[in-house]
């Protein structure tokens, strides 16, 4: 199937910024990026490629904006507004790959699950306080995002919003997902099949191989997730 663009990007964010800027250095022809929120103060430590005369103003906006004065060769588009189950298929069937710099967890499965039904290879990042986590799962999703995260966490669990984020872990997670993305556009198996952590307070990589999970939901044989059904995700925040 022909990609409208090569990269979709889920969140203009701290992980968004360093990752878009990595790929758009490495000559990636179109990024779409995705997210609502609106630029704040608070946000110019970690998401660095906006200024101060940005605050109030779109992120998906703002960054296209930033992007396009660097880059003029990137073809930039945006669409405001939060990936949620009844758009994430159409949004994700743009791409040839997604990265998902999302911070909260039911953003992550329904791009995850999105991405397998639609076959799509996604990038998944993030970073809470000192520690990032990346993983590439292949357009045939296997193994995937379920495989090690399974569910949804039914308890409060920690994201940067909650537990903060260090402004350089961000970069790192960000500068991984876009040396996973760049290399899955070109054909590179071996982005596959292992997730990177990164800890910021020892300045230790490690990158691990896993497996896919036997019975798995998602990718697994008689995988029962095939469809997105609303209420697997409407009791969380998909922002």
Same mark, same amino acid.
């Given at each position: 199937?022909?990609?409208a663009?090569?990269?979709?990007l889920?969140?203009a964010?701290?992980?968004?910024?360093?990752?878009a %800027?990595? %790929?758009?250095a490495a000559?990636?022809g179109s990024?779409?990026i995705?997210?609502?929120? &609106?630029v704040e103060?608070s946000? %110019?430590h970690? &998401?660095?490629?906006?200024?101060d005369?940005?605050?109030g103003r779109?992120? /998906?906006e703002?960054?296209?904006g930033a992007?396009?004065s660097r880059?003029p060769?990137?073809?930039?588009?945006?669409?405001?507004g939060?990936i949620? /189950?009844?758009t994430?298929?159409?949004?994700v069937?743009?791409?040839?790959?997604v990265?998902?710099?999302?911070d909260?967890f039911a953003?992550?499965? %329904?791009? $995850?699950?999105? =991405?397998r039904? $639609?076959?799509?290879?996604?990038?998944?990042?993030?970073?809470?306080?000192?520690?990032?986590?990346?993983?590439?799962?292949?357009?045939?999703?296997?193994?995937?995002?379920?495989?090690?995260f399974?569910?949804?966490p039914r308890?409060?669990?920690p994201?940067?919003?909650?537990?903060?984020?260090?402004?350089?872990? =961000?970069g790192?997670a960000?500068?991984?997902?876009?040396?996973r993305?760049m290399?899955i556009l070109a054909?590179?198996?071996?982005a596959?099949?292992?997730?990177?952590t990164?800890?910021?307070?020892g300045?230790?990589?490690r990158?691990?191989r896993v497996? $896919?999970r036997?019975?798995?939901?998602?990718?697994g044989?008689?995988?029962?997730?095939?469809?997105?059904? /609303?209420?697997r995700?409407?009791a969380?925040?998909?922002?």
């Amino acid at each position: 199937m022909n990609r409208a663009v090569d990269v979709l990007l889920v969140g203009a964010g701290g992980i968004g910024h360093p990752a878009a %800027l990595g %790929l758009a250095a490495a000559g990636t022809g179109s990024l779409l990026i995705v997210d609502d929120d &609106q630029v704040e103060l608070s946000n %110019l430590h970690r &998401q660095i490629l906006f200024r101060d005369e940005d605050v109030g103003r779109s992120k /998906p906006e703002a960054l296209a904006g930033a992007l396009s004065s660097r880059f003029p060769a990137l073809a930039v588009t945006v669409l405001p507004g939060r990936i949620l /189950p009844d758009t994430a298929l159409d949004r994700v069937s743009r791409a040839r790959v997604v990265v998902d710099a999302t911070d909260n967890f039911a953003s992550r499965f %329904l791009i $995850a699950d999105a =991405c397998r039904i $639609a076959g799509v290879p996604v990038v998944h990042a993030a970073a809470v306080k000192w520690r990032a986590t990346v993983i590439a799962v292949p357009a045939e999703g296997r193994p995937c995002y379920r495989c090690l995260f399974e569910d949804i966490p039914r308890e409060d669990a920690p994201d940067c919003a909650t537990a903060g984020v260090a402004g350089p872990v =961000c970069g790192v997670a960000g500068a991984l997902a876009a040396d996973r993305a760049m290399r899955i556009l070109a054909g590179d198996a071996s982005a596959f099949g292992s997730i990177v952590t990164y800890d910021g307070r020892g300045d230790r990589l490690r990158e691990v191989r896993v497996a $896919a999970r036997p019975g798995c939901p998602l990718c697994g044989e008689g995988r029962t997730i095939t469809t997105i059904t /609303p209420d697997r995700y409407e009791a969380y925040d998909c922002s």
